[in-house]
């Protein structure tokens, strides 16, 4: 077994809605092993983003309330000092985010974004940041980064925006790199050639990757292991190659039924009834994904959803994966 | 950049044409001329007056009398001659722009040195003890009319503690170009600057704020802060900057607004500025004068907006003017 890097234990972060607060991570479990590449899915508004920035509280802490445990290098990065957590955002964790238009600021020129990270973690001086940034810049496939160099962000195309990303994120060589749909908000050549970059640089770093998206197809051309998320609970949690093969959580196999396959005809396009709850309207008791299976009995749910494990490292929540059955729905 | 400058003040040509035709139409439809006043005298009979109108063509057709004043301007640089004053408008005018300027640009300078503090402050921590004092100030200035305020100000600091000279620009004594001099201007415009500063700082301070919170939570804030920027480099170095371009593009049209706008400050504390200058000319039917000044107000505000065109430009890096 390899070694855990990142630990998190019943992680709960709420956001304060009106007067109150509700869960939109519920409860997460989850070890980061070194070098590997886990991947996150799952619908939108299931809680994926809201993990990824409680790891290193990137939330506004006047409306958002974490508990629970991020261990990280022996600290407990929830009740890290804002300037320790500081020394790790950056050095030892870095973001990618969905959207590199707003991601980066429009007034800073591109390679001053990315000696920033470096500024506050090394003990480079002007020119050698500079030249740091160049090659960082050349590194993630830039033709001109000399000339990126000096370009302000909306200069850039949107594939190139989120090449500069990458190289602010890896600048400091980071041992855990979060990508927060780092594709989402391009176009399918792009990802492809985004994607790949990340692989090459992950294997290069040897750094680990959690890799959050709702695309499966990335999933399976990427990660080592796979949890799916479900209204801010892991519902399934399985290497890459189990949970393709064997998908056990309804939700999971849902989800891979809605992808439209090109190797058979299809009349209609499978898709999961109903939409993910509103976090107001969540149901915190018993089995959260059974009112989107209505034509399922209610007594294959557990009352209180527990985790087995169906083989080593494959574990599914609650007991409605063994009698789930997508021919009973009279609707599809 | 030069080439565009040159364009937008020749596009000005035509824009001001337009107003000042405007303008004078308005103006001779007011009832009364610079001569009304002298019907009070009975020294002077109505023929008489009616034969000085005749002599200084008042009672020339408006298009007749407009294409004198308008060839005048562009001919010989006269805008006309003030009867009131029995001097050129410019003349007038001229004698009164240098206090106003004077003033503006102080009351420009408190303005900004106590928005920007206030503002910055009320935005980095909002919702706060210290953001909420700041609240109240700003609605009670929203709420509190100019008169009303310059009044009080006046009363107080001028009246009661004689801190501050209750009129004038200068004392009458002072020699101009001596260090006195300087020092007794001062000294009568700090009290309508502050009071007109007071006022115009709560749209900037209000502004800035909501600009301020809205980046807090932006994405590239959160980018900067994932890469460990620390907190208070996260203001100086990605929000304050974002949050200020606003402001620079408003400048040019805040002290055009200053210069033209300071009639009440320079009625109550009886500041021989051109506000004062512009509300008697339209009383003493002076319209020589008001015109002059209408013109001077135009060609400034256009030129207001060009300079905040330009200052953008200098402050965002994302605009290029072509």
Known sequence: ?332 | MHKTIIRRLLIMIPQLFAISVLMFAIAYNIPGDALTGLTENPAITYERIQEMRYELGLLDPWPMQYGRWISGIVLRGDFGFSITHSRPAIEVIGERASNTFQLALLTTVLTYAIALPLGIIAGRYNDKFIDRVIGVYTYLAMAMPTIVFALINLLIFGFRLQWFPIRGSVYINAVPGTFDFFLSRMHHMILPAITAALLATIGIIQYLRGEIIRYKSSDFVTTARSKGVPERKLYTRHIFRNALIPMASNIGFIIVGLLAGAIFIETIFSFPGMGRLFLDSITLRDFTTANALIMLFAALTAIGALLSDIILTIVDPRIRIK
Not at chain 1, 55 to 60: A, I, Q, S
Not at chain 1, 191 to 211: C, G, K, N, P, T
Not at chain 1, 221 to 238: F, H, K, N, P, S
């Open chain 1, 1 to 332: 077994m390899q070694e855990t890097l990142l630990k998190i234990k019943n992680l709960r972060t709420s956001f304060r809605i009106g007067g109150d607060y509700f869960a939109a991570v519920d409860g997460v479990d989850l070890d980061i092993k070194k070098n590997e590449v886990f991947a996150l899915v799952g619908e939108s508004g299931c809680g994926k983003s809201a993990l990824a920035l409680s790891l290193t509280r990137l939330h506004n802490p006047n409306f958002t309330r974490i508990a629970g445990e991020v261990e990280f290098d022996g600290k407990n990065l929830l009740a890290l000092p804002e300037a320790q957590l500081n020394v790790i955002r950056g050095r030892h964790i870095g973001m990618i985010f969905q959207d590199p238009l707003t991601a980066l600021n429009p007034l800073i020129k591109v390679g001053h974004q990315i000696e920033e990270t470096l500024t506050y973690h090394t003990n480079l001086v002007k020119t050698e940041r500079k030249e740091r940034a160049i090659n960082l810049l050349a590194e993630v496939g830039m033709t001109n980064p000399a000339l990126t160099y000096s370009n302000l962000p909306h200069e850039l195309s949107g594939g190139m925006r989120q090449r500069a990303m990458i190289a602010i994120a890896l600048a400091c060589k980071p041992d855990l790199v979060i990508a927060d749909e780092p594709t989402t908000a391009l176009d399918v050549t792009i990802q492809a050639q985004i994607l790949d970059l990340l692989r090459d640089l992950q294997r290069e770093m040897q750094s680990s990757v959690i890799l959050i998206t709702h695309d499966l197809g990335v999933v399976a051309e990427m990660a080592d292991r796979v949890a799916v998320m479900y209204a801010g609970q892991i519902v399934e949690l399985a290497p890459v190659r189990d949970l393709f093969k064997n998908p056990l959580h309804p939700y999971t196999r849902s989800l891979l039924a809605s992808i439209p396959s090109t190797d058979e005809e299809i009349n209609r396009l499978h898709v999961i009834q109903g939409v993910v709850p509103e976090l107001r309207n969540l149901p915190r008791t018993g089995c959260r994904f059974s009112h989107r299976i209505p034509w399922m009995a209610d007594d294959i749910h557990e009352e209180t959803p527990t985790y087995h494990e169906v083989s080593p490292g494959h574990f599914v929540l609650c007991t409605c994966y063994k009698k789930f059955d997508f021919a009973a729905d009279n609707n599809s």
